[in-house]
């Protein structure tokens, strides 16, 4: 058996789709979703761990890629260089969880934990480099 842990990133016309549904049903998988948020008629993000046999993990997802189902692998933890970063905001916009934020008394970027999914999408999104990123 092997275990892999991803990111999902499901298109708005996608969230009312048994989509994780067929993973189980149709490639044998046996699932764990780590943090999940679906809304329906907006996108969701969902980070999953996934457990079955290699043929049927990349079956599951091969059929996530052709639905149209964005799949990244999971994040091991964000990192945020608090000294170099200069609260311009731009990470934020690509938050879809809110876990970044603007203190709006002090203007300094805020980094809520709790929040994250671990997606990485505010790495590529930061002017400076100062959100890195770790793999597992």
Do not use: H
């Not at 009312?16 to 329906?40: M, S």
């Not at 969701?44 to 799949?71: F, P, Q, S």
């Not at 905001?89 to 603007?102: H, N, Q, T």
Request: net charge neutral; charged share 30%; glycine share 6%.
């Amino acid at each position: 058996m092997v275990k892999k842990r991803i990111v999902l990133t499901f298109p708005p016309e996608l969230v009312d789709r048994p989509i994780i549904y067929r993973l189980v049903k149709d490639y044998d998988l046996v699932l764990n979703i780590l943090r999940a948020q679906v809304t329906p008629k907006e996108e969701g993000k969902m980070v999953l761990e996934l457990e079955g046999n290699r043929e049927g993990i990349n079956r599951g997802l091969k059929y996530l890629e052709d639905m149209k189902v964005g799949v990244q692998p999971l994040a091991k933890d964000i990192k945020l260089n608090e000294q170099e970063c200069i609260s311009c905001g731009a990470c934020i916009a690509v938050c879809s969880p809110r876990a970044l934020s603007m203190d709006k008394d002090s203007w300094k970027l805020e980094f809520d934990r709790d929040r994250c999914l671990l997606c990485g999408l505010c790495v590529p999104a930061c002017p400076l480099g100062v959100v890195q990123i770790e793999f597992e």
